[in-house]
């Protein structure tokens, strides 16, 4: 099935760094969303973008909906081990109708202390 | 309950088994989605409901996948004669509250791991 393009697949960094990772799309998405997802659990939604060029932060994560409405970034500032886990960006096409969400393959962060 | 509640959280079927996985969403929760997650990769769809209508089924692999939701609350996934590609992670998730004024994002359940052997 169709999936975004995610970037990096995974990073390993030092606590207290700064991340980043993005998403690419072909299509146009109306929304985009940034989830996270620990071992055996459900994701969880962290930030969600619904207009072209948005800013939006919460507490140390940061994303933007590109102008394009095809990519999205989200940045994690001093990170802390707690950030550990795979981040999925998805957005939601631009479909009458369209409820559903597509993913991209996700990024494995993880962190030396 | 105060989230989505998704039983059994493990099955292992032997290949050619029927089985159902159950969702409970959040209540109030008009919209249902069911997404699969193979290992590695993220979740795709399969389908989704908006009370007890089934609005998009197209993300369904094949014929052997059915979901319903008959009273617009509770929702079975129903996978008939199991394969082994059919493994992978079955998440369920529900949103919007009619009257609360805001259209939220899905809240996604702990999902059910099926393995078929």
């Known amino acids: 099935g169709q999936q975004l393009n995610q970037s990096p697949q995974s990073m390993f960094i030092q606590e207290g760094e700064d991340v980043s990772m993005n998403c690419t799309s072909s299509?146009?998405?109306?929304?985009w969303l940034w989830y996270k997802q620990d071992p055996g659990e459900g994701p969880v939604l962290l930030i969600a973008l619904y207009k072209a060029g948005e800013l939006t932060s919460n507490g140390r994560l940061t994303a933007q909906f590109g102008t394009t409405r095809k990519d999205s970034f989200l940045n994690i500032s001093a990170s802390i081990p707690s950030d550990v886990g795979i981040y999925f960006c998805a957005g939601r096409p631009i479909i009458q109708g369209a409820q559903k969400l597509v993913f991209g393959q996700g990024t494995r962060l993880t962190i030396n202390p | 309950g105060a989230g989505v509640s998704q039983s059994p959280r493990y099955k292992v079927a032997k290949r050619g088994q029927d089985v159902a996985l159950r969702c409970d969403p959040i209540?109030?929760?008009?919209?249902l989605f069911w997404y699969q997650q193979a290992l590695g990769q993220g979740p795709e769809f399969l389908t989704y409901f908006q009370n007890e209508a089934q609005l998009d089924k197209s993300g369904l692999p094949s014929d052997r996948f059915f979901a319903e939701r008959p009273e617009g609350s509770v929702s079975t996934l129903k996978i008939q004669r199991t394969q082994q590609e059919d493994s992978a992670v079955y998440l369920c998730a529900s949103s919007y509250r009619p009257g609360t004024g805001a259209n939220t994002e899905a809240f996604f359940g702990q999902g059910t791991r099926l393995t078929v052997v």
């Open positions: 299509s146009i998405f109306n929304t």
């Open positions: 209540s109030g929760h008009v919209s």
